[in-house]
Every structure is written in C-alpha cells, then in structure tokens.
C-alpha cells in the first residue's frame, strides 16, 4: 500500500458515497474502486459494506480509519518538520476560536504586528470540519477548569448580567442569579460554548432562563438590552463595552458562582511549527495581560 491508496481510503471514509469522493479526490470512480480494491486485497479484510451503489464504513473499516489518520498525520508533520529544518515553506499557523471572538481582531493585530511574516489562519464557529480539524490551537470555554494534556487555562473570568439601567435591580451592587429568574432574558444561540455555562448556572440557581430572544452578535445584544428587551449574562472580560451604554448595567453575581474558564488546547498529534509555538506562547501573554488589567 502507499500513500496515495491511504488517502484515497480516508476521504471514503469520511464521505461513505464513491462518487462524491471521487470528485473530492479528482480521480475517475473506476480509479477509485480498484484503489480501494487493492488496499482490501492487501490487508485481507473488507473494510466498507456495500449496499446496492451505498458503502457505509464497517467496524474493519473504522479500526483502519484510526491508523490511517494517524500514519497520514504524522507524514505531514514530517513534512513540516522537514521543511522547517531546511529553512523552506511559507510560515503559518492556524487557530480555531470559539471564545473571546470580540477580542480577535485585537489578537490578531498584535499577533501580525509581531509577527508580520507568519501566516496567520483563523477559524470560528461555523468552520467547516476539515478546517477545525487542521488548527494547530482552539482556544474555548468552559464551566470547568482542566488538567488534560496539551490544554491550558489561558484565563479565569466572572460572568455578570447586563440589564437595563431603570430597573430596580440595578440599582445593586451584586445579586443572586435567583432573583433573576422571572426575568426575560437574551442569550446566545445553543450549541455556543457560552450558552451551555450560562443554561447550567441557571439550572444551579434553581430556573430554566425565559429567553425572549437568541442572537450571537453582542454588539446587538447590549442594544436589545438598552432598549429593555432583556438580560443578559456578559463575560466580563472578553466582552468589553458592553457597560458603556449608559442605559446598560452591569450587576455582579454572588450566587451561584458565576465564571468560566478560556482554555487553549494544542493539537497532542501534529507537530507544532515554530510558527504555531509562536502563536502559543503570544496567545498565553496576551490573555495574561488581559487578566491582570482586569
């Protein structure tokens, strides 16, 4: 077997459709078919179970899926590494982020003003697969701090609630999420990391939020929250402005516990460019900084 038939074997595995996977590939669905014939006539096992013109990827199949991933990632970090120990190839590196995104374009001014010759890609929610797949950095939030391997806490940061400035619960310094929970609020839409630790903090307050509305822009979130719409739970941090609009207060919660964790996590089975490393270690000063300037 050899690299090619490898490759071709990971893209049918992923798509599960010969013909789909031959566009993807730019080879002919006959080219295809022998590659994979010859692969399974090698490894003496069937490795797809074909259904008419269907294939769908058997426990065969998906036990070499997990090799195959792993051999073809390694010889593309060799090939990084191999380059980069020669001096060629354009550097890059590639970071998926999905919390803290209003800081990003600050991030990625600071990030470019010292390193200009570094190509820097950014993904965010909504990426496709293979793009999240390929990052060398996702940097994410949780309800819970982490001692995984290749993860670090970048930052610690509260979570308060934005409400409008006429009503009497601004007018405190701090309250209990409790006192909140007949309120109508506005979150962000599910499957953001946000609005699953701000759904659980309200589970732990005792209430399930009555949300009015959904919206991931902030910026039109403090908007709706000025006009009086809503609350909302801000980041304290990492949503910065949103306390400008004089219509708009900001209320600390004492009860339950309001924070979330910003974690960086490196990618454990790619080689990491001096690129990449660059990347990381800029990542981890800045939200330092922003930590302490809080």
Not at 35 to 54: A, H, I, N
Not at 214 to 240: A, H, M, N, Q, Y
């Amino acid at each position: 077997m050899d690299i090619v038939q490898l490759s071709n074997f990971q893209v049918l595995a992923k798509m599960q459709h010969m013909t789909h996977a031959a566009d993807a590939l730019h080879i002919a669905q006959s080219a295809l078919s022998r590659s994979l014939k010859k692969l399974e006539e090698e490894l003496g096992v069937q490795l797809f179970d074909r259904v008419g013109k269907y294939i769908s990827l058997n426990e065969c199949g998906q036990i070499f899926l997990r090799h195959v991933d792993v051999m073809l990632s390694e010889f593309e970090d060799a090939k990084l590494e191999l380059n980069e120990q020669q001096g060629k190839g354009k550097q890059s590196a590639a970071l998926s982020m999905y919390a803290g995104s209003k800081l990003l374009p600050e991030i990625v001014r600071g990030f470019k003003d010292k390193y200009p010759d570094i190509s820097l890609q950014v993904m965010q929610q909504g990426s496709t697969y293979e793009s999240i797949v390929s990052s060398d950095i996702t940097v994410y939030s949780s309800i819970n701090s982490t001692d995984e391997a290749d993860t670090l806490v970048l930052m610690e940061e509260s979570i308060c609630l934005a409400l409008p400035s006429n009503h009497p619960l601004a007018q405190k310094a701090s309250i209990k999420l409790l006192e909140a929970a007949n309120e109508p609020f506005i979150c962000l839409h599910k499957g953001k990391g946000l609005r699953e630790i701000t759904d659980e903090l309200c589970r732990q307050a005792g209430f399930t939020p009555n949300i009015v509305l959904e919206s991931d822009s902030p910026g039109t979130v403090r908007d709706l929250v000025s006009v009086g719409v809503g609350f909302t739970f801000v980041p304290k941090i990492s949503w910065p402005g949103m306390g400008d609009d004089p219509n708009v207060t900001l209320v600390e919660i004492e009860e339950p516990v309001c924070s979330r964790f910003v974690i960086m996590k490196c990618r454990r089975e790619r080689h990491l460019t001096g690129a990449a490393l660059k990347l990381k270690e800029y990542l981890v000063d800045y939200f330092l900084k922003k930590s302490l300037s809080a």
